[in-house]
């Protein structure tokens, strides 16, 4: 029921190209989706978030896609380059007595970008 | 401070032995949390102080792990008679208070029980 099931486990693209990571989640009290960032040796990063009232949201080259029908949203880096090369985990929470900080995370993709 | 800071960044310890890993949070952030995140996986909450109490310590995997955050600001998660099996990251992170807000994580603990 707390679940949160991402794909692929890796992913290599060319720079410039698309990357997509899509996450599908099972408890639907879940209304905070961040999606977060995280280079060797480094905590987690916030990269990008979204609720479930919109469908979409674009910050720069990163854009959520959120299906809240389907219970999957997925994060798409448009132009990817090589900096961009981590792990990247979407991420789950919800209130209701607890904090939007109790996050239930995927389980991540290591994500290659090729110069 | 700047960032949530973690400390010792790695912890090698003998089984069996007890170990103490400090977080100290974001200057005001009320909410405070750790997580445990083993080799090639997601994190995985252990615990969530809001102020000096643990408001949901649902993640604590067995009665060896044990928190406390006493002036709800520094928190310290203690491990009693480690096995190897605690070998992990140990990752704190804290947030502003309750609200939807970002959860900004330190940089972790390695803890290596050998």
């Known amino acids: 029921q707390q679940q949160v099931k991402q794909s692929p486990q890796s992913l290599i693209v060319q720079k410039g190209g698309i990357s997509i990571i899509n996450c599908a989640y099972e408890n639907t009290a879940f209304d905070y989706f961040p999606w977060y960032q995280q280079f060797p040796g480094k905590g987690p990063a916030l990269l990008i978030a979204i609720r479930p009232d919109v469908s979409e949201k674009k910050e720069g080259r990163f854009t959520i896609s959120f299906n809240k029908s389907a219970k999957q949203f997925s994060l798409h880096i448009m132009d990817s380059q090589p900096g961009d090369s981590a792990t990247y985990f979407c991420a789950a929470s919800s209130g209701g007595g607890t904090s939007y900080g109790k996050l239930t995370f995927g389980q991540g993709t290591i994500l290659t970008v090729h110069p | 401070g700047a960032g949530v800071s973690q400390t010792p960044s790695n912890k090698v310890t003998e089984k069996g032995k007890y170990v103490e890993l400090r977080c100290d949070p974001i200057s005001g952030h009320t909410a405070l949390y750790w997580y445990r995140q083993s080799l090639g996986q997601g994190p995985e909450f252990l615990i969530y102080?809001?102020?000096?109490?643990?408001?949901?310590d649902s993640g604590l995997p067995n009665d060896r792990f044990f928190a406390v955050r006493p002036e709800g600001s520094v928190s310290t998660l203690k491990i009693q008679r480690t096995e190897r099996g605690d070998s992990a990251v140990y990752l704190c992170?804290?947030?502003?208070?309750?609200?939807?807000?970002?959860?900004?994580f330190g940089q972790g603990t390695r803890l290596t029980v050998v």
């Open positions: 102080f809001q102020g000096t109490g643990a408001a949901d």
């Open positions: 992170a804290s947030t502003r208070d309750r609200a939807i807000t970002e959860a900004f």
